[in-house]
């Protein structure tokens, strides 16, 4: 949709308290999720050693070279729903004898289990990212959880390391993430709190620390606005837990029947859809406070491990597969998201976008040997600055961007200071149609990008030039202890001090 051109400017100001040192923004709320579904993993990572695509040990070239450039922190791995029914001994040996299972949950598809825990660990490696392995609670046991961890971490004469040299690694991997099962309010088991909070301790308890390795054991947390759910783990299990996990997505109805289409939409899908990106605010807030009751020295993290926007399937496409089109809104979403979770430092200690390639709002599209950056990754690309940086506070006065009977802010904003010292400020303009003035105070001179399109829906396309990528921003104009930002309708803008 290309909206009408708007010539009245919106107003805004926003001053820095420099002298003043907010929480650390921590990189691993810069993290990744690979999933087994659809043609995330498949085709998305893994193309086996003989495909035609460039590739190293059958991981393709283009996707890591893509995902080295965003300095990845972590990324988590199998599943999703698909963990709670991965049994990884599934996983390890001769490819070629390793067995067929069915993808239950995503398309019905065969799991060939030619992308295991050995290949997983050369992704990491080869991107540069800490791995986060998430259990099986629903229908694994305890022991299959403590040997995985065993045959990942341990470096003593045992049977599991034993099998993991026979398997061509002979020094132990580092595990520093665990997830104890995904979901399993849900897929991972249909499990009441209680039941899961019980069955957390005792799966958690045999999580080993192996051979130096420290594992953080992440709890399975709420859905979206289910309080109950955080108040019953943290009443039950948090001190057995370094961290608990929250899921939201974004759906532009917020209707999981119709939840609405990725490209083709107008100002009110625009409008409803950052809407709803914003709660996310409301419900790290709300579970935060919960957990403060239960452990107000902030010991555990609350772990985003699933977040994005989430539509109706692509025509054509296999519904099971969750692949989406992903445009200038997504771009817009990602940095809202990450502006509240800068905004939540002090509690959020890890996020992971769902997901990296081909599925819901990925960074990264592959269509055979091709290969798309979405506007999305350019977000996250444009964001690196942010990563292990300090919160700057600020208060910000934009004015609404009211549809329809629903308001919003006009302007979202977060700023941050290096460890080097350098200040960086990115402020998203969420109105569709109107251009803003955002007088910034306490800042030096300043030098950035922006990114933005001429339609809200654009997107970057195969066998095209890419029509959604950032660009110098050009819209800074140095005034008396700050600067004036003209920031463009439907865009995010990242300003860093030279
Ligand atoms: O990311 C897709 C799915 O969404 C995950 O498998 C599951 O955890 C969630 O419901």
Known sequence: MVPNADTEILDARCTLFTERSGATIAANIYGHFAEHLGRCVQEGIWVGEGSAIDNVRGIRSDVVAALKQLNVPVLRWPGGCFADEYHWKNGIGPREARPRTINTHWGGVIETHHFGTH????????????PYVCGNVGSGTVEE???????MTSAAD?????LRR???????WRL???????ENWACGGSMRPEYYADNYRRYATFVKDYSGNRVTRFACGAAGDDYAWTETLMKIAGRYMAGLSLHYYTLPSGDWSKKGASTGFGEAEWHS???RTLVMDELITKHTQIMDRYDPERRVGLVVDEWGTWYDTEPGENPGFL?????????LVAALNLNVFHAHAERVTMANLAQAVNVLQALILTRGEKMVLTPTYHVFEMYRVHQGASVVPFELETPSYALDGQVIPALHVTVSRSPAGKLSLSAVNLHATRAASLAVSNVGPLEGRVLTAGALDADNRFDEPPSVVPVAFDGIVPAKGGAVLTLPPRS???VTER
């Open 158 to 162: 045992s049977t599991m390391a034993n």
């Open 176 to 182: 520093p993430y665990f997830g104890v099962g995904n």
């Open 145 to 151: 959880m403590m040997q995985w961890v065993e045959y």
């Open 166 to 172: 026979k398997n061509g690694r002979a020094e132990p």
């Open 119 to 130: 290949e997983f660990m050369d992704l990491c490696e080869q991107i540069g990212a800490a």
């Open 323 to 331: 692949y989406q089109r992903n445009t200038l809104r997504d771009a």
């Open 492 to 494: 995010v803008v990242v």
């Open 273 to 275: 859809t950052l809407r």
